[in-house]
């Protein structure tokens, strides 16, 4: 795991200087506490030809004395900086050398200098894991960017004058002292959609993330981006008998087989490492059967990690403890009081565009004990979208029956009346989620599921924003985002098609961006079994009745790995992993929220409506209204603009929110 960046210039262009790129670099020392490293292109510059210099910091993982980057070829025409663990890199190696390539280092960096050398840039369709990394090819004076299939790792980019910038996280590019900070409207409406930004969209207008599975070349000044890879949910359609089309072979056994033997090949893969690993264990069905796999595979004893909290509703320590038991692992935990105040300057500062899902509070303490005792952990990433887990699914499952009744008994069950009906505040409850269920059933399907996940619908946004903000919005539909999802699968059963958006979308976007974000504040790696391009393509063909019934999902992973999980834990409800934001709300932040969303700072700044504002908080503090994700959401957006609006960030320390309230901004 590291943090890269660096530049490309454009013949004709001055050659960035040093100087900023030791910048770029010195702030993602987080990402690579143990080392660093630079490149800077050895053509003639002074008749102008192109040229690229790279930045580059380092966690050891494989190879640790001969793992150094930026790294090049024998001849030193092609340099890499690469973020990212290759784990079939050995069996890449075997071949490569067969053809006549030569290794100096046992890293897996090296392992894609010589693919690309070998292949050039389809080197990523023989590539196994996760990765973000650029190439410099001397010969052909282009850079060469590529990302990973599911998203894992991050990389940010700006084209500027004929210069192409890329960087690990968006505040390293912020370093250099050119480049304009200008919020893209856009941008922000998708964030209090779905509270996040997607890609390849950036808060920032001129910046943007390249895509998961997408690759660049930069040559001649030009950028050209393409998808190398989709997710194969309409190749072989399966059917919902359980057979491929073509293959009378594939019963559920056979998918039973497949499963065990593919999910267990990609955590063989991902004990590769020089350095102790662990794995995350939450108690839940996807934790447990990685950490059985890979107790199972390990010579040995595990060491699993988990946190807990006073709040009941929020702790998973006893089902954890149980798993660990069974599983006869070495199991540490430690329980919480999250302090909201003393982490979130942190945490504003690690995730530098806006971020408001407030599980990366957890995820933060977790990979910051997790480190103290391993540098690798593996976790269960992605088995709720691969495996159709997460409870809303079988709404989806319920909208699916639903727009098969006549069109007289729709009407009924969608009248507005229901509405009325008394609810219960808790934002979780029973009757606030049926009210939630009825009242976007008469939408399309798709638009329909987005207002089920958003943190703010279409109505309660238009209500939020200011006259002169809504402007800027007039050709913006955040529905484009989970729409272009849905045409990935478009001949899937809907519910399918679900998994399938929120595998291109909220996996990426929120899930793997939180998780890279919190597991590198603190010089953890983290590897995801559930993402590996096999157990992905396996499951993308896989037909939703061997995933899901009427009463829960994951079916099939409980039936394969039935002997890794305890009864109870085959059976539990699932808890989402988060803190008590509500509580805090009308407890503890109660009037640091008041001053910081009604301050005179945030006020100034006139993208939101007063009235809105102070609505929200009033409902929520009088327990009126459960709307403590949106008001973190509002809380993060000002605190990060605090934060990287108003100043150029360096460090964390420049995150603290109580120092950036003064008494004149107290209304």
């Known amino acids: ?31 690579g506490p143990d080392d660093d490293g630079f490149y800077r292109s050895s053509l003639n510059q002074s008749n102008g030809q192109p040229g690229a210099a790279f930045g580059f910091r380092r966690l050891s993982i494989i190879d640790l004395a001969g793992g150094h980057q930026p790294l090049a070829n024998e001849d030193n025409s092609v340099w890499i900086v690469f973020n990212g663990e290759i784990y079939n890199y050995r069996e890449l190696r075997t071949q490569l050398e067969r053809l006549g390539h030569k290794f100096r280092t046992d890293s897996d960096s090296e392992t894609i200098v010589h693919a690309y050398e070998e292949y050039g840039i389809d080197c990523v369709h023989r590539l196994r894991g996760m990765f973000a990394f650029a190439i410099w090819d001397h010969n052909t004076r282009q850079l060469f960017l590529a990302r990973d299939r599911l998203g894992q790792k991050p990389l940010f980019y700006r084209e500027e004058g004929g210069n192409l910038w890329f ?11 050119s480049f304009s900070r200008t919020l893209n409207p856009s941008a922000i409406d998708d964030f209090f959609t779905y509270q996040y930004v997607p890609a390849p969209d950036c808060i920032f207008q001129e910046f943007s993330k390249l895509p998961a599975a997408h690759r660049g070349v930069f040559r001649n000044g030009q950028l050209r981006i393409d998808r190398y ?18 293959s009378s072979d594939w019963t559920p056994s056979t998918w039973r087989k497949k499963l065990e033997e593919t999910l267990s090949e990609a955590v063989r893969l991902r004990l590769r490492s020089d350095v102790p690993l662990g794995a995350f264990l939450s108690g839940g069905i996807d934790s447990t059967i990685i950490a059985g796999l890979m107790q199972k595979f390990s010579e040995q004893t595990v060491k699993t990690f988990s946190i807990g909290f006073p709040v009941k509703k929020f702790d998973e320590t006893a089902y954890a403890r149980q798993a660990a038991k069974h599983l006869g692992t070495d199991h540490h935990e430690k329980t919480v009081e999250p302090d909201a105040l003393a982490i979130l300057p942190k945490l504003i500062w690690h995730y ?48 699916v ?64 924003y200011s006259s002169e903000f809504a402007v800027q919005l007039a050709d913006h539909d955040s529905a484009a ?37 919190a597991s590198m ?19 993308a063909r896989m037909p939703m009745a061997l995933k899901q019934n009427r009463r829960r999902g994951k079916l099939i992973l409980v039936e394969t790995f039935a002997d890794l999980l305890p009864k109870n834990i085959q059976t539990r409800p699932k808890m989402g992993f988060g803190v008590p934001l509500d509580h805090w709300f009308r407890g503890e932040l109660k009037e640091f929220l008041q001053d910081i969303l009604l301050g005179q700072t945030a006020s100034q700044r006139n993208f939101f409506n007063r009235q809105t504002v102070e609505q929200l908080i009033r409902e929520h503090q009088d327990g009126i209204w459960d709307h403590s994700y949106r008001l973190w959401s509002l809380l993060c957006f000002e605190l990060w603009q605090q934060t990287y609006v108003d100043r150029i960030p360096s460090g964390p320390t420049t995150a603290d929110p109580k120092r950036n309230i003064s008494k004149r901004d107290v209304p």
């Open 521 to 539: 504040a603190n010089g953890l790696e983290c590897r995801s079994p559930f993402l590996d391009r096999r157990v992905a393509e396996m499951a």
């Open 1 to 31: 795991m590291c943090g890269i960046c660096g530049v490309a210039w454009h013949e004709g262009n001055e050659p960035v200087s040093a100087e900023v790129i030791r910048k770029m670099t010195a702030v993602l020392a987080h990402r």
């Open 481 to 517: 985002c989970i729409l272009k999802g849905y045409e990935i699968s478009r001949h899937r059963d809907f519910i399918t098609r679900t998994t399938c958006a929120d595998l291109v979308t909220y996996l990426p976007f929120d899930i793997l961006k939180k998780v890279d974000i």
């Open 229 to 246: 890879w989709t997710p194969p949910f309409d190749d072989d359609v399966a059917t919902s008998e359980g057979w491929l089309r073509g």
């Open 352 to 399: 530098d565009e806006p971020f408001s899902d407030s599980s990366a509070i957890p995820t933060m303490y977790l990979s910051e004990m997790t480190r103290q005792h391993v540098t690798v952990a593996l976790s269960g990433d992605g088995g709720d979208e691969l495996f159709a887990g997460y409870d809303r699914y079988r709404a989806v499952r319920i909208g």
């Open 401 to 464: 029956a639903f727009d098969k009744l006549p069109r007289p008994l729709k009407k009924l069950i969608t009248a507005r009346i229901w509405q009325k009906l008394p609810a219960s505040v808790e934002q979780k409850s029973f009757r606030r989620r049926l009210k939630r269920l009825l009242e976007a059933l008469d939408q399309p399907p798709e638009r329909r599921y987005l207002r089920w996940i958003s943190i703010m619908d279409e109505q309660r946004r238009r209500a939020l």
């Open 167 to 177: 960087a690990s996280e968006l505040k390293s590019l912020l370093q250099v002292p």
